[in-house]
C-alpha cells in the first residue's frame, strides 16, 4: 500500500505524507523518490510532512538521505509543514536536520523550489 | 522517589516494526489524556519510538515489553513512566552508550543521550547476556 503517493507537476515531484510512518515506509518513499526523479528528470521534489506526528532518529536520518540523494540526482528538495511540536522534538533529540531544506508550507515551498532550481539553471 | 501513587498500567508486547508505531500512538493517547501538552506528547512519542526500535533492531530476539503507568506526585503533579524492557545483548558499558555519537549498531548513536534529553528522568539498567531495562519518566508542569 502506497503511504505516499508520488505526483508530477511540471518539473516537480510532490510527495504527500498521509498518516503516520513506519519505518519500512519510510524507506519505501526513500526508494519511490529516487526511482520517480530518475523516470521523470524532475528538478525538484516537494515533501509534505503536514499531517506527520512524528519524526524520530529513523525518520529524520531517512529524510536527510532523501535530501543528500536528491541532489545527487541532480534536483533540489523542501520539506514542508513540519508541525511546531515535532520541530522542538527534533532539534532536543539532537537531529537539526541540517542537509535539507524547509519551508512553513507547501506555497512557500514551492516559491524556494523555483528559487533553488533557477540556481542551479544558471550555476 | 518512591512515594509516588502508581495507577493503571497499560503493557504491550514488541515483537517487530509494526509494533514500534502501536506503542508511540499508545504511549502519546496516554499523555494527552494525562493533561500533557502538545510538545510533551510528541516528545514523549518520540522517546518511546526510540526506546521500542532499539528492542526491535537489537535484542536477540527481537522482542520486548513495554509498560506505561500513570503517576502522581505527593504533590499531585500528574506524571508518566515508560518501561522498555528486553531479553537482549545488554549494553556493557551504559555510561558509554549515554555519550553523544556512541552506538553499538546501524544507527546514529544518539538514541539513549537523544531520549534522555526527551524526558524528565532517565535509569537504564542493563545485564550483559540478560537483557535492558530503560525507565523513563515525565512530569506534567
Not at chain 2, 514523549?44 to 513495554?66: C, F, H, P, Q, W
Not at chain 2, 556493557?92 to 553499538?104: K, L, N
Amino acid at each position: 500500500m502506497a503511504r505516499v503517493p508520488i505526483i508530477r507537476v511540471g518539473d516537480t515531484l510532490i510527495a504527500t505524507v498521509l498518516e503516520d510512518l513506519h519505518d519500512r515506509d519510510a524507506l519505501q518513499l526513500q526508494e519511490d523518490i529516487g526511482a520517480a526523479l530518475e523516470r521523470t528528470d524532475a528538478r525538484g521534489v516537494l515533501l509534505d510532512l503536514t499531517v506527520v506526528e512524528l519524526i524520530d532518529s529513523f525518520l529524520g536520518r531517512t529524510l536527510n538521505d532523501v535530501a543528500a540523494g536528491t541532489r545527487l540526482l541532480g534536483a533540489q528538495a523542501v520539506i514542508v509543514g513540519m508541525q511546531p511540536a515535532v520541530a522542538m522534538t527534533l532539534v532536543e533529540l539532537g537531529l537539526e536536520l541540517k542537509g535539507v531544506r524547509t519551508a512553513l508550507n507547501a506555497e512557500k515551498g514551492m516559491a524556494l523550489l523555483r528559487r533553488l532550481i533557477a540556481g542551479d539553471e544558471t550555476a | 522517589m518512591s512515594a509516588e501513587a502508581r495507577s493503571p498500567q497499560h503493557r504491550l508486547s514488541i515483537a517487530g516494526e509494526d509494533d514500534i508505531v502501536l506503542a508511540r500512538q499508545r504511549a502519546r493517547d496516554l499523555a494527552r489524556r494525562l493533561g500533557f501538552g502538545m510538545i510533551d506528547q510528541s516528545r514523549i512519542a518520540t522517546a518511546v519510538s526510540e526506546l521500542t526500535r532499539n528492542v526491535v533492531r537489537y535484542a536477540t530476539d527481537k522482542r520486548g515489553e513495554v509498560h506505561l503507568t500513570e503517576l502522581r506526585s505527593p504533590d499531585g503533579t500528574a506524571g508518566l513512566e515508560i518501561v522498555v524492557a528486553d531479553h537482549g545483548p545488554g549494553i556493557p558499558d551504559v555510561e558509554r552508550a549515554m555519550q553523544e555519537g556512541f552506538t553499538s549498531g546501524p544507527g546514529l548513536g544518539m538514541g539513549l543521550p537523544g531520549t534522555k534529553r526527551l524526558m524528565d528522568e532517565m535509569d537504564v539498567d542493563s545485564v550483559v547476556g540478560r537483557g535492558t531495562i530503560v525507565t523513563v519518566r515525565k512530569w506534567r508542569r
